[in-house]
């Protein structure tokens, strides 16, 4: 074996550490999301249905930004139903891809507290933002995973990982109009928001997993 070799072996290892502390900070991150609903202060001359419906756009938000890190890390976790190994590289794209993640709590705080205020559109701005960045990042892994073959499941079919990486980049030119429908109604962009996580929750992976079954028994059943 040569040197070249033995470093790549020694650089490269499994996914599951890498998926657990994947797991660890997305569940950290859809945590933190309910700790900007509070319990309202009882008052004498208030009633309690009035203040927990003052608090609407914090469950809008808490709705919205529940579903995007959930869709999230239902895509990241069928990601590594493909890449079966790790490199330096795709450590470091997975730690930028949950440095947005992580970010997703502050700025939905920060769009639901600014949702009834002129400066709502800035908010809503830098929430798509995060949204894109992290967009970017996720494509970006299926981007090395394409790249980097040897990283991925030698039984998957590279045409799945080739429509898998393109259908990640479907969503960035999503969220780039989402920056700019922030500018003109920032409810709208929430709704596009849950429209792009809904889109993102259908299960193509096991649609495209039949599609490669049925192409692996084709030739088999022709020789009969």
């Known amino acids: 074996m040569s040197t070249e070799q033995q470093n790549t072996i020694e650089d490269e290892r499994g996914t599951s550490r890498l998926e657990a502390f994947s797991d660890g900070v997305i569940g950290v991150a859809i945590t933190l999301l309910v700790l900007n609903i509070t319990v ?7 009633v309690l249905w009035d203040d927990l419906w003052q608090q609407w756009p914090n469950y809008l938000g808490y709705v919205t930004s529940f579903l995007v890190i959930g869709v999230i890390w239902i895509n990241h976790h069928h990601f590594f139903h493909y890449v079966k190994r790790t490199d330096q590289g795709l450590f470091l ?56 073959p040897h990283l991925v499941d030698s039984r998957v079919d590279p045409g799945i990982i080739r429509h898998l990486f393109r259908r ?28 792009i996580a809904v889109f993102y929750a259908l299960p193509i992976d096991r649609f495209l997993k039949r599609m490669q079954t049925r192409d692996e028994r084709t030739p088999l059943a022709r020789h009969k």
């Open 168 to 195: 990640s980049f479907m969503s960035i030119p999503f969220y780039l109009l989402s920056v700019v429908l922030s500018l003109v109604s920032v409810e709208a962009s929430l709704v596009l928001y849950i429209l």
């Open 40 to 46: 309202p202060e009882p008052h004498a001359k208030q």
């Open 93 to 148: 794209l997975n730690t930028l891809f949950l440095l947005c993640v992580g970010l997703i709590p502050f700025v939905t705080a920060l769009v639901t507290r600014y949702l009834q205020l002129p400066e709502k559109h800035t908010a809503a701005i830098v929430y798509s933002g995060v949204l894109l960045l992290m967009s970017l990042t996720f494509s970006g892994l299926w981007g090395y995973a394409r790249t980097h």
